[in-house]
């Protein structure tokens, strides 16, 4: 399964590995409070961030603010999209420090795209504690815990696994994202509307994917529940199929029968003379699904993700 997204830096090994020394068991912290941090001696306060690159990321006026400078070699860092170059950004190595305990690690920083909560951001794998409980709200008598597999590294973010019977794909849980309905990659609708029945209907609407990027999608309805964990889903937002990177490329879908005899909102136009792009398998879950949960941890050691939920 592949990530939607990656960032590519010339990083020697020894700046992502963390340091030898004990990693302490387990730290909780709230979905929606700031991340109390030092970054390079000074103080700050990190969003906290499951949906996107695990690695701290800072805001550019905090960078500005102290004087943290690109890194002489490899200080240049870029982010992609399905395979395609999007965003091009800085790095440099320094140490910061969360809950007393100190990471030797690289902060990332990107002009030109809205910029993330607080000084800056970070998420689970970039958190030095083998499990990192979030708390997304109070705990209820008789929650269920749903476990998933649980992959990813800095780069690509914290990913859960999820296998189906025809068809696997990575599954993104944002807690900082809200979205009206989960998010599938083309790739992935199409096979879930092949084992699902669905079909799609209305007009195109554009959704963020990140950093303030967005792509077509349209909506696709669902003759039985897909279901993943706790939650079944009969309505999902797919990726148009336009080819503008790996997240648009997969099956097409049927339409939901109209009067007219218009044609669909959905113009597929693919290169020739490249190598094909494969297409990629994710699904996006946002925080308007996780608000039917009290917590999501992300267990390193046990490459678990665990969510516990509300009873129904």
Known sequence: MVKKFGLSALIPLAAVLA???DVPTEIVL????PVDAIIAG????LQLVTGFLDRLTLNTQY????????AAIMGNADVNFGGRRE???KNRPLRYTIRGIDEEGRAFWFADVPQPRFDGSVGPFAIPFDVVKIQLSPSLPAELEHS??????????????????TFRTTVNFSIEKRMRYPLASAATGAAIAAAYGGTLSGESWDEEIAFGIKRPVRLLTLEKPFI????????????VRNGV??????????????DDDSDPAEIIVMGKGKKAKQPIFTFDIGRDVLDACSSITFDKAAKQMRLSCHPA
């Open 228 to 239: 993943i964990g706790a939650f079944r889903f009969t309505q999902i937002a797919v990726r």
């Open 30 to 33: 709230n979905a929606d409070a």
């Open 42 to 45: 000074q103080p700050g306060q």
């Open 19 to 21: 340091a030898n020394r």
């Open 87 to 89: 965003i091009k950004g």
């Open 148 to 165: 998933m597999i649980y992959f990813g590294n800095l780069n690509n973010g914290s990913n859960a696994g999820h296998i189906d019977p």
């Open 245 to 258: 990177d790996a997240g648009a490329l997969g099956e097409a879908i049927a339409e939901q029968a109209v």
């Open 63 to 70: 960078v500005a603010k102290n004087g943290i400078k690109p």
